[in-house]
Nanobody, 124 residues
Framework: QVQLVESGGGLLQAGGSLRLSCAAS????????MGWFRQAPGKEREFVAA????????NYADSVKGRVTISRDNAKNTVYLQMNSLKPDDPAVYSC?????????????????WGQGTQVTVSS
């Protein structure tokens, strides 16, 4: 059974930083592309960042480019999302996803597995 479990969310101040983690189990992690998506209340889920299976290639949404870094540790079966300079429009439920390909996936429909998400709240 595949499980993706996010952690690291919480209440932070605008301008602050946080690192989200997503621990994967039940899959051969090193063969999976991983991504982060977020969904704010009343809005559709949107792409944030993605990383290929090897970790060498990444892709970011324009809204977070320059503030966010996605990385992975295949030995720990974990993908990370480092977010800096948090903005008032960053609050959302952040979910990680896994897709069985080495490519970098930016579209939801290519991902097979999803975590439950972790809430990020930003206070001004």
């Amino acid at each position: 059974q595949v499980q993706l479990v996010e952690s690291g969310g919480g209440l932070l101040q605008a301008g602050g930083s946080l690192r989200l983690s997503c621990a994967a189990s039940g899959l051969t992690f090193g063969f999976y592309a991983m991504g982060w998506f977020r969904q704010a209340p009343g809005k559709e889920r949107e792409f944030v960042a993605a990383i290929g299976a090897s970790g060498l290639r990444t892709n970011y949404a324009d809204s977070v480019k320059g503030r966010v870094t996605i990385s992975r540790d295949n030995a720990k079966n974990t993908v990370y999302l480092q977010m800096n300079s948090l903005k008032p429009d960053d609050p959302a439920v952040y979910s990680c996803a896994g897709g069985s390909t080495s490519a970098v996936l930016t579209t939801e429909r290519w991902y097979s597995y999803w975590g439950q998400g972790t809430q990020v709240t930003v206070s001004s």
